[in-house]
């Protein structure tokens, strides 16, 4: 999915991390005491490598200062185009979540594909 419509939120020294959607209408990252993307003034005018960037370096203040568990980080991230363009093909969870983007831009929704197993019982 494409961050330009989506705010991370999360709450330092624990695992509540989500993507939730913005303009968040419904006050759903109320639950959580810190949020970027999207919700940044300017956010949407920045390039696709650019949002690249910015969130490969919001996901190293979550997860160093904030303490934020990094698989918990990573499996949120796992969502949005531009962390999976970031990805090695052999990261647990990009070829998933590149597969899943595919769906969705297809298809119009995703397909959680992080509870299939995979040939020869490996799970991606």
Not at 6 to 34: F, H, Q, R
Not at 44 to 60: P, S
Not at 86 to 108: I, K, Q, R, S, W
Request: proline share 6%.
């Amino acid at each position: 999915m494409d961050s330009r419509k989506i705010m991370l939120c999360w709450t330092p020294d624990s695992n509540k991390i989500a993507l939730v959607p913005w303009p968040d209408e419904s006050n759903e990252s109320g639950k959580y005491l810190c949020s970027t993307l999207a919700c940044w003034l300017d956010y949407g005018d920045l390039t696709f490598d650019q949002r690249k960037l910015r969130i490969l370096a919001e996901a190293m203040h979550i997860i160093i200062r904030d303490h934020v568990p990094p698989e918990a980080v990573h499996d949120v991230l796992l969502q949005l185009d531009e962390y999976i363009d970031a990805m090695a093909d052999d990261v647990p969870g990009a070829l998933a979540g590149a597969l899943a983007g595919a769906l969705a831009a297809t298809y119009g929704h995703a397909h959680d594909f992080k509870q299939h197993t995979m040939p020869g019982g490996n799970t991606q």
